[in-house]
């Protein structure tokens, strides 16, 4: 696992050139994937979430259907977007870190972030088609779940045999606090995607206080 | 609120006819809809869950499908049984209570089990069928929700003005604390359901000395 961390970390910093057109092939990518993203969250907002087809998504965004499904594998992803996802590896830095939990997973989940570079607007727009689209909570939920499972796992590593349980409920913890701390940035301008990690090891903290 | 909990107090500890014959109905109710769900989960054990019909289920417990949707919706309701609640007049002490909060929603929790009357078969039914069916998941999670949604209301009420956040984020550990505790009282024949509320209440002791 160590192997793999500093694999990760040479990864990280190489500035070849096969990496930056990687990079500049994800940045597109991504820069469609978002634009689909803004085409199904406009046709939702403007025609309500279940008149919206994945033929009319292509349609606003300008590509044919079946670049769509390139992209994804229907109209409830596409609302949400590409899931925040964590690398593992590139996480494993957390298993043998010796600094506090709640510093440790607020940094993971910030690095998380700056992957998926968060758009307020975004969030905005989702939060408002949300509560008619019981359907996205549930994909939404089984992303977290996802991520739940992977920062549960990383814990174990950490904490040691026999302590599986309180593993996967601070990783269920701390992603919720994650959830909590998006919601707050997005509804305050005044706040940036920097003030997130602080604001969930703050959280976590205070929790902590409240149930020891 | 006070005012209602002492109401709720006295109605819970009348002891005149009515409420002995309401207890009996109730009781009888219960009972029913138990045998209900044991045929919904010796159906879906046996055909598989997707074959399950609610006229089979009706076929099988011996009642009419009109008696079927009297006392659940749908198959998946069925299939798990009426799900806990919490009645947040009877759980209002928690708000004025001076006991660590960890043990506070230890003893609620555990009272809401109580009323649930738990049943280790119908648990481990449950998690056979449970990974060939995420509809029962989704279902399961919002029950879940609703009960965190209650006590993230009533920690509110007792943490004061501006801090309801980390009241929902107790409501979140203690409601994942109370599935842990349940699945590791299923899976071990020498647990006792009064061993549920001790184990919650260790774990979200633990999950505190982790973030704090």
């Not at 690398?87 to 992957?115: F, H, K, N």
């Not at 601070?170 to 005044?190: I, K």
Request: aromatic letters at 4%; one cysteine or more; proline letters at 5%.
């Amino acid at each position: 696992m160590i192997l793999r961390s500093v694999q990760c970390l040479l990864l990280l910093h190489e500035e070849g050139a096969r990496e930056m057109s990687i990079n500049l092939r994800d940045r597109r990518r991504q820069q469609t994937a978002k634009d689909i993203q803004l085409a199904a969250l406009r046709l939702s907002l403007s025609l309500g979430y279940p008149a919206v087809t994945t033929d009319s998504i292509a349609v606003e965004a300008g590509i044919s259907p079946r670049t769509f499904f390139n992209y994804y594998p229907n109209k409830q992803a596409a609302v949400l977007g590409e899931p925040p996802s964590l690398d593992c590896d590139c996480a494993a830095w957390i298993v043998t870190s010796t600094a506090p939990l709640r510093s440790d997973l607020a940094r993971l989940l910030g690095s998380m972030l700056e992957q998926k570079q968060l758009d307020r607007q975004i969030v905005r727009m989702i939060e408002q088609i949300w509560d008619s689209a019981p359907e996205l909570m549930t994909i939404f939920r089984n992303s977290m779940d996802n991520i739940a499972l992977a920062i549960g796992r990383l814990l174990e590593a950490r904490l040691g045999p026999g302590r599986q349980q309180e593993a996967m409920l601070v990783a269920e913890l701390a992603t919720h606090a994650l959830s909590n701390a998006v919601r707050a940035w997005a509804a305050d301008e005044t706040m940036r995607v920097a003030d997130i990690p602080p604001l969930i090891e703050r959280q976590m903290a205070e929790v902590g206080r409240l149930v020891i």
